[in-house]
């Protein structure tokens, strides 16, 4: 693993957080292990969203339409995750 945090950037990268991309030496090394099972995954099983629980808590508090009035400080103060389908990135 060593020798491929120096000649892997992506995944160098993903190990010091400077991306949320999984590398794909994971994606394939998830698919070898998952086998016949990976065509059953969802999209976006092997991704994680850190605020999503915190949105989800948010919006349960909030006027319905304040996601639309307020959507665009929500998504640059808390993430994408948390912005109405009325604001468009």
Request: aromatic share 10%; charged share 30%.
């Amino acid at each position: 693993m060593r020798r491929r945090l120096e000649s892997d950037r992506p995944l160098r990268r993903f190990f010091e957080q400077e991306t949320t991309e999984i590398p794909e030496y994971f994606v394939e090394r998830i698919r070898k292990d998952l086998g016949e099972f990976w065509d059953w995954l969802p999209d976006g099983a092997i991704s994680h969203d850190p605020n999503a629980y915190l949105g989800q808590q948010i919006k349960s508090v909030l006027p319905k339409d304040f996601e639309c009035r307020c959507g665009l400080i929500l998504k640059m103060v808390l993430g994408s995750s948390l912005a109405g389908s009325c604001i468009k990135s």
